[in-house]
T-cell receptor
Framework: DAGITQSPRHKVTETGTPVTLRCHQT?????MYWYRQDPGHGLRLIHY???????DKGEVSDGYSVSRSKTEDFLLTLESATSSQTSVYFC???????????????FGPGTRLTVT | GENVEQHPSTLSVQEGDSAVIKCTYS??????FPWYKQELGKRPQLIID?????GEKKDQRIAVTLNKTAKHFSLHITETQPEDSAVYFC????????FGQGTRLTINP
């Protein structure tokens, strides 16, 4: 499973509260990604990181922020959770990380977040 | 940006028959096209991928074809088995991937 863990695995929170999800990897991969998965939408990229302190937005970044202060951890924060952010969140890593080309991504086990 | 469309959304085949799932993409700069299989409650698992400099790739019962001119790629599963039942996702891109909406494949015994 490419040494990826996510925490927490399940969380229920109330609208308006901040929430932070953690993705941890053990193999020093440069690229890390956060996706959300909703019925009928497949997987949609929220943010990704290509190195410590280097991050960029994905297609559904509004309402989310990320931080990567060390190689092994990529944090996703919902500053003020809303019901529309109820989803399953997957972290992914990309081994190798060639700058110019795409490469395989491996997913963590996911976090199921419910915002009431 | 990239847009990936996947068809069909559901597919039901008899065990032993073949299954084909098709995807189209919009960005000619995309150079990497993976396919993922996701079982209920599990994470997506990479099953096969293809790069833009290759037209076809095969791994046992699974094959992927890519037509760069037409901007479409397909997943072919032969001799389907009950354990092939799952949701399959295509994706396209480079540094970032855009995923299709998924195909729920059901193998009927």
């Amino acid at each position: 499973d490419a040494g990826i863990t996510q925490s927490p695995r399940h969380k229920v929170t109330e609208t308006g509260t901040p929430v932070t999800l953690r993705c941890h990897q053990t193999e020093n991969h440069r690229y890390m990604y956060w996706y959300r998965q909703d019925p009928g939408h497949g997987l949609r990229l929220i943010h990704y990181s290509y190195g410590v302190k280097d991050t960029d937005k994905g297609e559904v970044s509004d309402g989310y922020s990320v931080s990567r202060s060390k190689t092994e951890d990529f944090l996703l924060t919902l500053e003020s959770a809303t019901s529309s952010q109820t989803s399953v969140y997957f972290c992914a890593i990309r081994p190798g990380g060639r700058v110019a080309g795409g490469g395989e991504q491996y997913f963590g086990p996911g976090t199921r977040l419910t915002v009431t | 940006g990239e847009n990936v469309e996947q068809h069909p959304s559901t597919l039901s085949v008899q065990e032993g028959d073949s299954a084909v799932i098709k995807c189209t993409y919009s960005d000619s700069a995309s150079n990497y096209f993976p396919w993922y299989k996701q079982e209920l409650g599990k994470r997506p698992q990479l099953i096969i991928d293809i790069r833009s400099n290759v037209g076809e790739k095969k791994d046992q019962r699974i094959a992927v074809t890519l037509n760069k001119t037409a901007k479409h790629f397909s997943l072919h599963i032969t001799e389907t088995q009950p354990e092939d039942s799952a949701v399959y996702f295509c994706a396209g891109g480079a540094q970032k991937l855009v995923f299709g909406q998924g195909t729920r494949l059901t193998i009927n015994p």
